[in-house]
C-alpha cells in the first residue's frame, strides 16, 4: 500500500531482458523526503512510476527490480530507456501519516498527456485515458498518476485535469512530461468498488 507522495526520482541505469519480462536496474535519490539515507531491504515493495514491484538485489548505488509481461504491456514501465527518470515511493508505514489516499500500486491502464494550460506557476494538465477509466473518477476525488496522488479538476468521457503546484512540477516526473508522454494510471479502489455495486449483473 502507497500513498502517492513521491520520496524521490531515481535514474534507470539498465533495462536487461529475462525471458518474457526484464531486469529493471535504478539509482536511488541519495536521500528521501524525509531525510533519511535512502535504505531497501530484500523483498521490499516499492512503487516505481506507480507501479508495486518487488527489489530482487541491491547494493549500494542500485535497486533492481523485475517486471513481466503484464505489467511491461499495462504500464509505461515497458518504454523506460536508460537514463530515464521515474517516480519512486516505498509501501506505506502503518505508523506514518496517510497524506495522499490509499494507492495500491495496481496500475489499470496507461493514458497520455493531452494539453498543458500554464497559469503563472501553476500547471492544468489534461490526460486522455480509456473511457472505462473516467467511469471510476469523479470531480475532486483521488487520482494517482505516475505514482502521484493528485486532485480530480474536470473529468469527461475519456480525459481528466488536474492543476499542479510548483512543488509537484519540481519534485515529479510530471515537471517534465508534454503532450503524447505516457503515463501510468490508477483510479482510487472506492471508485472501483462502488462502480462494481451499481452496475447489472451479468
Known amino acids: ?20 519480462g526484464v531486469l529493471l536496474s535504478i539509482e536511488p535519490p541519495a536521500d528521501l523526503d524525509d531525510g533519511a539515507h535512502t535504505e531497501v531491504a530484500l523483498g521490499e515493495s516499492v512503487a516505481i512510476n506507480g507501479c508495486c514491484l518487488t527489489v530482487v538485489s541491491f547494493d549500494e ?6 517486471a513481466g509481461s503484464e505489467t511491461l504491456s499495462r504500464t509505461n514501465l515497458g518504454h523506460l530507456q536508460a537514463g530515464d527518470v521515474v517516480n519512486i ?13 490509499f494507492v495500491q500500486g495496481h496500475v489499470d491502464d496507461t493514458g497520455t498527456v493531452a494539453k498543458i494550460d500554464r497559469e503563472g506557476e501553476w500547471v492544468f494538465m489534461w490526460f486522455k485515458v480509456p473511457p472505462r477509466l473516467t467511469r471510476q473518477m469523479v470531480s475532486k476525488g483521488s487520482i494517482c498518476v505516475d505514482g502521484i496522488s493528485l486532485t480530480l479538476v474536470e473529468v469527461s468521457d475519456d480525459q481528466f485535469s488536474v492543476a499542479l503546484i510548483p512543488h509537484t512540477l519540481d519534485v515529479t516526473t510530471l515537471g517534465q512530461r508534454q503532450p503524447g508522454d505516457m503515463v501510468n494510471i490508477e483510479t482510487d479502489i472506492l471508485g472501483k468498488y462502488i462502480e462494481k455495486l451499481v452496475s447489472p449483473a451479468s
Do not use: C, S, Y
Not at 500500500?1 to 518474457?20: S, Y
Not at 548505488?61 to 523485475?66: D, E, G, I, S, V
Open 61 to 66: 548505488n542500485t535497486w533492481r527490480f523485475q
Open 1 to 20: 500500500m502507497f500513498t502517492g507522495l513521491i520520496e524521490g526520482q531515481g535514474k534507470v541505469l539498465a533495462i536487461d531482458p529475462e525471458g518474457a
Open 89 to 101: 515511493e516505498r509501501a506505506l508505514r502503518a505508523n506514518a501519516r496517510l497524506g495522499g489516499h
